[in-house]
């Protein structure tokens, strides 16, 4: 028996084939990106398309053209549509050219990045050591790659945890601690979710109130350690917020770092959309404080527009981020020469044992654009944002329902002769018009009892245009619902 016309492998029998197929995927994924601006920003999926995705599990082979073109034909049109110009809805990247073949690299290497020693390790080192000089953390500091902001809050909390009732808590549990930690009503839900996971409950979360420009009340956060302590509880950890989901306000980081250090609390900064305005000169300023935290969350694939996905955690105490994770086992042993060498390893610092190579499109994006050009970007968004605002308070229809702070505006159609819950219901209907127009997509949130329309400035393709077509969009939308 011949073994080479038996083999079990997954490679293609015919190279030059699978290399030109290759190369039609990636020219057609490089003309989808250059003509992004051509195509509808979202479109409803139709009803048999959506069927066709419930057929049994393939048995027999098929051609990669034939797969191919039925991505093409009713998987790619019907994407969410944040690559698109058009999208303002969440606060999404857009992604680049230079990120997505960086990610077709980190494919074909197929590196697991749990550990040992191995040059793609050595590139998120890389981005470590440039993210301390970034936010003005210490050499030692740890962090690592994951998912998302989501998952990053959620690490730093157990550290956090550690901090508070020693390495311990790993096998013995909360016990009889009764554990509170705060941040404020406008902070993402991942906070709720990761006191759930970790085992503290939500009930232990205070959801600090909110002052005029939708920040933390820091007089307020004080009176509620204060109770607390007065309660017999025990504070471990302030999530504070740089660019919160609803509106994008910044929580006052400085003033609650002082508060932190003088209750002896870890203070965390969840940055998923704002940290990294760092990288903008001008930018920057409105986030001082920042170098004060006992760790960071963020996100590269929002405003870093590095491809889904690519958050990170970076932690003070790398000694700490380490003994909150790291777990000795036969299969994980180490050595000082040899693949299993270059101790201690990621999986060390985090719940993954297989990662991805992350790392790479970020180095790739972070190399070749360069901080000055992605910080242009960042305060780009910013001054469109603004332009946004502006356009808001010059037309009467429209009213402006929060402080813009960075990237975020939220806004509603004044509809003549309707009470709250009238105006809610009609704005909620004309942010989905909007969307199935294809020209652009905001979202929506509920500040203050008002549904607003929400539109997040995150791509860096989107431009004046855009913005003003969204404007001209939104009455033309409205104007037809009152004609209906």
């Known amino acids: 028996m011949n073994n080479e016309h038996n083999s079990h492998s997954l490679d293609p029998e015919d190279w030059d084939t699978f290399r030109a197929q290759s190369h039609q995927m990636l020219d057609d994924m490089l003309d989808y990106q250059a003509h992004l601006r051509e195509r509808s ?30 991505f093409m034909q009713e998987v790619l049109p019907y994407a969410v549509g944040n690559a698109h110009p058009g999208f303002m809805g969440w606060v999404h990247g857009g992604g680049t050219p230079v990120g997505m073949v960086a990610e077709m690299l980190a494919a074909g290497l197929n590196a697991n990045l749990g550990g040992r020693d191995q040059m793609p390790i050595e590139v998120e080192k890389q981005i470590l050591h440039w993210v301390r000089e970034l936010f003005g953390f210490p050499k030692t500091a740890s962090g690592l790659f994951v998912t998302g902001a989501s998952l990053a809050n959620f690490i730093a909390l157990l550290v956090a945890r550690t901090s508070a009732l020693g390495e311990a808590v790993r096998i013995d549990g909360l016990k009889n601690h009764q554990l509170v930690a705060y941040t404020s009503a406008g902070a993402h839900g991942c906070i709720t979710q990761a006191m759930e996971l970790a085992g503290i409950g939500s009930a ?35 999530a504070a917020t740089s660019g919160t989901v609803d509106v994008g306000a910044i929580d006052d980081l400085d003033t609650i770092a002082d508060i932190a250090q003088r209750e002896k609390l870890w203070l965390h900064i969840d940055g998923a959309l704002g940290a990294l305005g760092m990288l903008s000169p001008d930018i920057a300023p409105r986030l001082a404080g920042i170098n004060r935290a006992d760790s960071i969350a963020f996100d590269f694939h929002k405003w870093g527009q590095a491809p889904y996905d690519a958050g990170f955690i970076l932690v003070r105490d790398a000694e700490l981020h380490r003994h909150t994770f790291a777990s000795p086992a036969a299969y994980l042993r180490r050595e000082t020469r040899g693949i299993a060498a270059n101790s201690p390893w990621p999986c060390d610092f985090g719940p993954d044992l297989s990662r991805g190579f992350r790392a790479l499109k970020v180095w790739f994006t972070l190399k070749t654009y360069g901080a000055a050009q992605l910080g242009e970007m960042i305060s780009g968004t910013c001054m469109l944002a603004n332009h946004l605002a502006e356009r808001i308070a010059a037309t009467p229809q429209l009213e402006l329902l929060a402080p813009v702070a960075l990237n975020v505006v939220c806004f509603r159609y004044r509809f003549p002769n309707s009470d709250t819950a009238s105006l809610n219901r009609l704005n909620a209907e004309l942010a989905i018009r909007l969307q199935e127009s294809g020209r652009v997509a905001p979202s929506t949130t509920t500040l203050n009892g008002a549904l607003a329309i929400r539109a997040a400035i995150v791509n860096h393709r989107t431009n004046s245009t855009d913005i003003d077509s969204l404007i001209e969009t939104t009455l033309l939308c409205a104007l037809a619902m009152m004609r209906t």
Do not use: K, Y
């Not at 959506?50 to 039925?70: D, Y």
């Not at 005029?212 to 956060?221: I, P, R």
């Open 41 to 70: 920003v979202w479109q409803p999926i139709p009803a048999e398309l959506r069927a066709g995705f419930r057929e049994p599990l393939p048995q027999q082979p098929a051609e990669l053209s034939e797969v191919h073109q039925r």
């Open 204 to 238: 232990a979360l205070r959801l600090i109130p909110l002052n005029a420009q939708f920040q933390m009340n820091t007089a307020a956060l004080e009176q509620a350690i204060a109770a607390d302590r007065a309660a017999g509880l025990t504070p471990f950890f302030i």
